[in-house]
């Protein structure tokens, strides 16, 4: 299963979302935002947990971004909410209401934009237990998506000439999603 699950992760959300953040620094956007969220709970984890395995699975934020009334109700009839539950949900508002109003996730600059696109220099917000930026934004996921589809013959463009740039792009990644949310020059 963890294969299975690390194979799926690198071709269909980690290696495609650090070609992307690369193709909008190529562009000169300066506003692009990656996140990974790696925190496993009860609350967002009820039905994929597996013997020594309990993967931080596709869509995982969503019950801390969305706050789906029955599964935090379900998790607090059970004693499962905990204060990095309520801490991680507290950050999802504030960062993605911020990022709405003023196109970037922290007034404080906390969280700051990917300057680099290199392997082990690519800048990205981790949420988790730990919350905080950190470099090298899955290397290996990243290595073996380029091996892969240069094995595979893909023929990529070299330059970004067809990504849209945009005054803030806020690209989320968790473990298994990603959304890239644009707001876009007017």
């Given at each position: 299963m963890r294969r299975f699950h690390g194979a799926e992760t690198t071709w269909f959300f980690t290696g495609p979302a650090g070609e992307e953040v690369s193709y909008y620094l190529q562009n000169n956007n300066p506003n692009v935002y990656l996140y990974e969220f790696t925190y496993a709970s009860y609350l967002n984890n009820l039905t994929h947990t597996y013997p020594g395995y309990n993967p931080v699975v596709h869509g995982a934020q969503s019950e801390y971004v969305g706050m789906g009334y029955s599964s935090w109700l379900r998790s607090q009839a059970n004693g499962k909410i905990n204060a990095t539950d309520i801490a991680i949900a507290n950050f999802f508002g504030e960062t993605w209401t911020n990022f709405a109003k003023f196109g970037k996730p922290t007034l404080d600059d906390t969280w700051k934009p990917?300057?680099?696109?290199?392997?082990?220099?690519?800048?990205?917000?981790?949420?988790?237990?730990?919350?905080?930026?950190?470099?090298?934004?899955?290397?290996?996921?990243?290595?073996?998506?380029?091996?892969?589809?240069?094995?595979?013959?893909?023929?990529?463009?070299?330059?970004?000439?067809?990504?849209?740039?945009?005054?803030?792009?806020?690209?989320?990644?968790?473990?298994?999603?990603?959304?890239?949310?644009?707001?876009?020059?007017?």
């Open positions: 990917v300057k680099s696109s290199g392997l082990t220099s690519m800048e990205y917000m981790e949420i988790g237990a730990n919350i905080g930026m950190r470099t090298g934004y899955r290397t290996n996921d990243r290595t073996q998506y380029e091996t892969a589809a240069l094995m595979a013959g893909q023929n990529r463009p070299q330059t970004p000439k067809d990504v849209i740039t945009s005054s803030a792009t806020l690209l989320l990644n968790p473990t298994l999603d990603m959304f890239v949310d644009r707001i876009l020059e007017t």
